[in-house]
C-alpha cells in the first residue's frame, strides 16, 4: 500500500486536554499527522497522555483546546460521523466468552449495520484474513489468548473502517502468536487500513511502524520513521535505545 501525503487520515492539531481543575495538562499542544496506509507507531511511557490523546481521537472524550479530524471531519463537530470511520480496539478482550468466534463476529457486524449477504461476506472473508476458519465454531472461552486476540481485532474492523486504533494487541502473547498477529496487521495496512498502533515493545514498533511518534508527560518529543530517528540519534543502535534517551524510561519486555 503507498502513502498518501496530500490528504492525512488523521490530523491532530495543537490538541490540549486539562482534566478537572488540573494545573498540568494531561497533554499539551499535540501536532501530528497519519497518512492512509501508515501504521503509526503512538508512543510513551506510562502516563505520557496517548490514552487521553487515543480517547479524544475516537470521540470518547472533548478536548480542551485544539482540533482533531478523520478524512478532513472535525470530530467534535461531527462525531457520529467520524464515528464511522474509525474502530477503537481495546487491550482487553471485549468479546462475549460464551458466545463462538463467529457469533460475536456477526453480532459486532450487526452493531456496525452490516446484515444478510453483506455480513456473511464480511464474516468470511475476517475468519480467512486472520486465518480462524479452524476455530470459528468454539466458544471463545475455550480458545487461545492469541486466537482471542484475532477475533477481537476481526470485530473491530469487521465495518472496513478508514483509521483503526490498536491499543497494546500483542501484550502477554507468545512470540509465536505475536509475531503472527505483526504479519497480519502489516497485512491489514497493505490492503488499505491506515493503523494507529500502540506498544509498550519498541522493537515491535521498529519492526511495522512507518512512522513512530515518542511522547512523555504530555508533550511531543520525537516523530519520524523509526530508521530515521536511529540514524539522527548519536548513540542510539534502536528505537529501545532512543525512547530510553529521550523519557528515561525503560519499557517491559
Ligand atoms: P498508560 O500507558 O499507563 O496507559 P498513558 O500514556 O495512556 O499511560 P494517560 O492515561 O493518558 O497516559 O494519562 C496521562 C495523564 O493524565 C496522567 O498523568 C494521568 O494521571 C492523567 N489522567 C488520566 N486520566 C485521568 C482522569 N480521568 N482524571 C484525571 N487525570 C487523569
Request: hydrophobic content about 40%; overall charge neutral.
Amino acid at each position: 500500500m503507498s502513502v498518501d501525503k496530500a490528504n492525512p487520515v488523521l490530523h491532530v492539531k495543537s490538541l490540549t486536554k486539562c482534566y478537572g481543575r488540573s494545573r498540568i495538562p494531561a497533554v499539551t499542544d499535540l501536532d501530528f499527522t497519519v497518512d492512509k496506509g501508515e501504521i503509526f507507531g503512538f508512543l510513551g511511557p506510562n502516563g505520557a497522555g496517548k490514552t487521553t490523546t487515543i480517547s479524544i481521537m475516537a470521540t470518547l472524550m472533548k478536548p480542551t483546546r485544539g482540533s482533531v479530524s478523520i478524512c478532513g471531519v472535525d470530530i467534535v463537530k461531527n462525531p457520529l460521523r467520524a464515528r464511522k470511520l474509525i474502530s477503537l480496539v481495546p487491550q482487553e478482550i471485549a468479546l462475549y466468552q460464551e458466545l463462538t468466534g463467529r457469533e460475536n463476529l456477526h453480532y459486532f457486524g450487526t452493531m456496525y449495520g452490516l446484515k444478510g449477504a453483506a455480513l456473511e461476506r464480511k464474516i468470511a472473508m475476517a475468519l480467512e484474513f486472520f486465518d480462524l476458519g479452524g476455530v470459528a465454531d468454539h466458544p471463545v472461552a475455550h480458545c487461545s489468548g492469541g486466537i482471542k486476540r484475532r477475533f477481537n481485532i476481526a470485530c473491530g474492523i469487521l465495518h472496513d473502517p478508514v483509521l483503526v486504533f490498536l491499543d497494546e494487541p500483542t501484550v502477554g502473547m507468545d512470540i509465536h502468536a505475536r509475531n503472527a498477529l505483526l504479519d497480519q496487521i502489516q497485512n491489514l495496512s497493505a490492503r488499505g487500513s491506515t493503523i494507529l498502533y500502540t506498544t509498550h515493545y519498541m522493537e515491535e514498533a521498529e519492526k511495522i511502524c512507518s512512522r513512530v511518534l515518542i511522547m512523555d508527560k504530555g508533550v511531543h518529543l520525537a516523530s519520524g520513521p523509526p530508521s530515521e530517528l536511529i540514524e539522527q540519534s548519536e548513540s542510539c543502535r534502536n528505537l529501545g535505545d532512543l525512547f530510553l534517551n529521550l523519557t528515561g524510561k525503560h519499557l517491559a519486555n
